[in-house]
């Protein structure tokens, strides 16, 4: 076999079967070997952003890597953005950049540049395969370190693509997450109580261990605060109500007002998103000491069920009660599409949030609507949402995907549209349409720089032209519709959900 | 003044009076400071790549650098593919990227990433500034960086913008390309003849070089050639003609075939843009010397001149006549659409050709055409040709800009029609609509890995759903119309240059 069928043989019997592929000639073997292993599914993407969105979105639903197909350093370029917000999800995922052939490097031919630099700044792992002979192994050990939480970038020339003397190489099964141990657990008991907050994070915001956190909570009145941008949060009615640490800093504080311990569990410690002028960028309180029961990637699910076996054994995790907001008529605002999504959000969605300042309502909204996962923006990096749901979409094809998308970030990855309709994915995407960066304008007065100047207001401003959306989305084969009225959207909403396959829904909402 | 005002200052002081920008919440300052230095104009565009490719154009056609504003690492990731091709055309470039604020970066915050390795990837020229009082004089530096044609990336934290203290600071003059010693002159005077080619880039293809070029061919016999993708040639009725190197690599060695002296002026040795199995990337034939009248970035205009001078003082240049190809009518392919573009092309257009396999019959259709600039695919990453576009027609904005445009290729940065259509810029654009990446068709083939597979084939196939430009198009503010046959072509191509503002044509060619 050559290379490229090493590679993708490699994969597969790693357990990696998807691959959001944006190839070049560079990656020429690599798709004609997708012909000889045919329980690799290539994904097609029209650009790389779109492609690494995706592979974060496939594996925060199933846990497991999806492959990236890049076109050598300006396709990794493209993607980066969606693998920065990957690395800070943790998310497993395998990049695989073609490049020039070895004999070709020295030429500085146009595509030449540094991907190794590139690749360095999102990947826990990079490496060159340099033999065809080594490019199995090669590709075992990308696997193998993606499934440590991370970006594993692997370099494939395209001569050792397409040199036979290429071999598939077992990938070592998975490791378990390390255990925390019990000395940690005992010394967190300690400090339980009123004013303590577990900041959860990670698999903690995962049923099994909020469920321990909220048995934990019940049974000593130790509070329970959520990191603002999971990865993946599961929620709704019958499970655990976390609150997110809210986004502006003032907000943050708030919450943590008074905490004299605070407990990490699979979370950073909480800092503001931004710097300020005159405002210290660190949100936890002074004198409140902080513990770390779990650091990321190690088991916090385990340690929570254990902290609550040994401090709080009989109490009852408080859950939400089955509970939806009645439908709203009339003007369509944030509050009335927060209200449509919670009133009609179906049984075992998977919504995607980067709905931003549009989104301010949707936890209240939909705490009592059927259990469902959440997934949000990790690394800040705006157009991520589209591409997310795509990836869970095709991650999930028994779930419907619901993607609540702010207009500004929306028109980052817009192409992830076509590939929805390509795949017959089942999202819902609802533009949060307020023909502005409504965000900026609200940070342009946080950071004091607001003077109220035309010009400044113009780079906010997504109006003239306005985008319609119903046009870009009917452009690449997504069904769609326009909203004005909190009915118009009740009823698009309930009609999208009920057809299978993508649909667009622009939701006017008052001017931003 | 605070660092941002001095920023701005500078730049505009410095002859930088062009931003295209993506703020976010750490380039607020920069936005609010626009207010004070209203001599700056800030273009906004929908994504990062569009920006980066605006101000490459923009460049190409001024000679003075735009500067760019972008949103720390992911901002300058979505912006590294274009940048990667204002490298290859040696483009003078200012990125600023916004920072967080010095006193935010150890805290590791959610958009925290290396963002000087990103940027050492495309950037001749990296700093980052680290007091106020120091901004504009690192300002300054950044602009002079750049004019030596090269992207110089100037990193702004948040809270260097924000303070006070600031002060503008003085843009040395730029200084003129450095000269060709009159011994290398008469060195490769010695050589001329009919088996030397005169092989021809960046300065060398603007008219003076080429006049001068084609006054030594016709003296001396000697050939002439340009490099695959000059960053912007000018040509058409009463130029010169000079061949562009074939991107086949069999094509590139037929031109260069029995050359025995191969002279570079302004243009590296070419190369084979991907190396292919069994092949050397090397085109330069054995046995030839290969010689340089002009390194990049030395004045290769006034070496040819003093070439001319001393070896055909009295040759007359070739030039082409004035001639356009007749209207075609009936079916529309790519030799239709070429000639279209050839008999309309109106005086003094500036084209942008990203038109890939189907711009194949473009050079001779419009080699009569009146007198016009002609900017490529600098880099091979494909999404340039219309962010260049944008700005080249935001640099000339009393010239019409014609973009031919790949389809595939057009949705990497399709967002550049929404600034076209929010800035009025009078750009046509010709979407070459084959339905597929149809250069990876013939490059599966090129590289030996055809096997008529299906689920290869599916990767380069862009129908299903077919991508609709028109709809595209107009939801972004751009009238759109489409073409099926020449003859419909011809009209609207007609009438797009006619109007005023931004127009484009779905040219829909036989399936790729």
Request: proline share 7%; hydrophobic share 45%.
């Amino acid at each position: 076999m050559n290379g490229a069928q090493a590679v993708i043989r490699t994969l597969v019997e790693g357990g990696v079967d998807v691959c959001f592929a944006n190839p070049g000639t560079s990656e020429m073997h690599f798709v004609a070997a997708l012909d000889d292993v045919p329980e690799m599914r290539a994904v097609l993407t029209l650009f790389e952003g779109v492609a690494t969105g995706a592979a974060d979105g496939y594996a925060r639903m199933t846990g497991t890597p999806a492959a990236t197909l890049l076109h050598l350093g300006p396709g990794l370029g493209n993607g980066i953005a969606n693998l920065h917000n990957a690395r800070r999800a943790r998310t497993p995922l395998v990049n695989v950049v073609g490049d020039h052939a070895l004999t070709h490097k020295r030429l500085d031919a146009p595509l030449e540049s540094d991907i190794d630099a590139l690749a360095g700044t999102v990947s826990g792992w990079v490496r060159r395969s340099l033999t065809t002979s080594d490019v199995g192994a090669d590709t075992a050990d990308a696997v193998a370190a993606a499934a440590r939480g991370q970006v594993a970038t692997l370099v494939l020339p395209a001569d050792v693509s397409w040199s036979d003397g290429g071999a598939s190489a077992a990938v070592p099964a998975r490791r378990p997450a390390p255990q925390v141990p019990a000395a940690v657990v005992a010394e967190v008991a300690e400090v339980l109580g009123g004013s303590t907050v577990l900041f959860l994070g990670g698999d903690a915001v995962l049923e099994p261990g909020l469920r321990a956190a909220a048995q934990v909570a019940a049974g000593t009145g130790t509070r329970l605060l959520s990191q603002r941008s999971p990865a993946r949060m599961q929620r709704g009615a019958g499970l655990p109500d976390v609150l997110k640490l809210p986004y502006p800093p003032e907000g943050a504080r708030k919450q943590l007002d008074g905490v004299e311990h605070l407990v990490l569990v699979g979370a950073a410690e909480p800092v503001a998103f931004f710097g300020y002028p005159g405002m210290d960028g660190r949100l936890v309180p002074e004198g409140c000491t902080v513990h770390v029961l779990a650091a990321p990637g190690e088991d916090g699910t385990a340690a929570l069920q254990a902290l609550a076996e040994l401090a709080a054994p009989d109490a009852a995790p408080q859950v939400a009660q089955a509970r939806r907001p009645e439908l709203p008529t009339g003007d369509l605002d944030i509050k009335a599409l927060a209200e449509v999504v919670g009133a009609l959000l179906p049984e075992r969605a998977i919504v995607v949030d980067e709905a931003l300042t549009s989104g301010y309502f949707l936890p209240m909204a939909t705490v009592g609507s059927p259990a469902h996962d959440w997934l949000t923006l990790t690394g800040g990096a705006i157009g991520q949402g589209m591409p997310v749901a795509t990836g869970a979409a095709v991650a999930c094809p028994d779930r419907p995907v619901v993607s609540l998308q702010a207009d500004g970030s929306a028109m980052y990855t817009i192409q992830a549209l076509w590939t929805q309709a390509r795949e017959g994915l089942d999202v819902t995407t609802v533009i949060c349409d307020n023909g502005a960066y409504a965000i900026l304008a609200s940070e342009l007065e946080n950071v004091g720089a607001a003077g109220g100047g035309a010009r400044a207001g113009k780079l906010l401003d997504l109006g003239g032209p306005a985008l319609d959306f119903v046009a870009l989305a009917t452009g690449m084969g997504v069904p769609a519709t326009r909203a004005t009225t909190a009915d118009e959207l009740a009823d698009q909403f309930r009609s999208a959900l009920a057809e299978p396959g993508p649909h667009l829904i622009d939701a006017v909402l008052p001017r931003g």
